[in-house]
């Protein structure tokens, strides 16, 4: 018990200590320092972070690598493919894309928030929040994407953990049995630049903002991934 919570504490120090190497290099290169009280949020979210992954490999939760091929992939006929991913810095930011099975753009969505999410719940938030997007839209088949296989895996293994990032991926399992055409699948990052490109660009608009046209920063990604 003495060693495991030593690793414990060593794991937290470490966090800190790097969240305040960073943040003295976004001082230098970017001229953006954080408060104290925000490095130390960011250092609670890596830590988390670290620990979540750490006890699902303890449970041989991690995979083997995924053989699919790395491009996108239309969806097929009647449903609607959803790409969601996330980006971290001082804020936690996402991006999701909505395309048809005729692989033409239906709506985008960026938002993004002021607490500073670990990538892995930052990643089930947006996952979250797309569905309910989805939702709000009136599209009832759709098959989400998401490049976190950690997550897509904890919603279809459904293990118990009381973590924050299980309470989130609770809450994404009972939209699904409420929507019985929501679908959630593990895609390669390279086939998922769309909704990654439109996450990193989310601080450029309001906190919340939809789009009903391709905005420029993915236009070239969309017609490329055309086949």
């Known amino acids: 018990m003495c060693r495991k919570e030593d690793n414990a504490m060593l794991g937290r120090v470490s966090s800190l200590f790097w969240c305040i190497w960073h943040n003295r290099n976004d001082k230098i290169w970017n001229d953006n320092v954080q408060s104290p009280s925000q490095v130390g949020r960011m250092a609670f979210a890596v830590w988390n972070e670290w620990f979540t992954?750490?006890?699902l490999r303890r449970q041989n939760f991690v995979p083997i690598e995924d053989p699919r091929p790395i491009r996108w992939e239309k969806p097929g006929v009647g449903w609607i493919k959803c790409?969601?991913?996330?980006?971290?810095?001082?804020i936690t930011s996402m991006g999701l894309c909505f395309r048809d099975t005729n692989e033409q753009f239906v709506a985008d969505l960026t938002q993004w928030q002021q607490p500073v999410y670990s990538i892995v719940?930052?990643?089930t938030w947006a996952?979250?929040?797309t569905m309910k997007e989805?939702?709000?839209?009136?599209?009832?088949r759709v098959q989400f994407e998401s490049d976190s296989k950690l997550l897509v895996d904890a919603i279809h293994l459904r293990r118990p953990d009381n973590s924050e990032f299980n309470l989130i991926v609770n809450n994404i399992?009972?939209?699904?049995?409420?929507?019985?055409n929501f679908e959630v699948k593990f895609?390669?990052?390279?086939?998922?630049?769309?909704?990654?490109t439109l996450a990193?660009?989310?601080?450029s608009w309001a906190s919340f903002h939809r789009f009903e046209i391709i905005p420029l920063c993915i236009e070239h990604l969309i017609v490329n991934e055309m086949h």
């Open 134 to 140: 989805a939702i709000h839209r009136g599209i009832e």
């Open 121 to 123: 719940e930052g990643e």
């Open 83 to 90: 790409n969601v991913d996330v980006a971290r810095s001082s």
């Open 200 to 203: 990193r660009a989310a601080n």
């Open 53 to 55: 992954v750490h006890q």
């Open 127 to 129: 996952l979250l929040h």
């Open 187 to 196: 895609i390669r990052r390279q086939a998922n630049s769309v909704a990654h």
């Open 173 to 180: 399992i009972l939209f699904m049995s409420s929507y019985v």
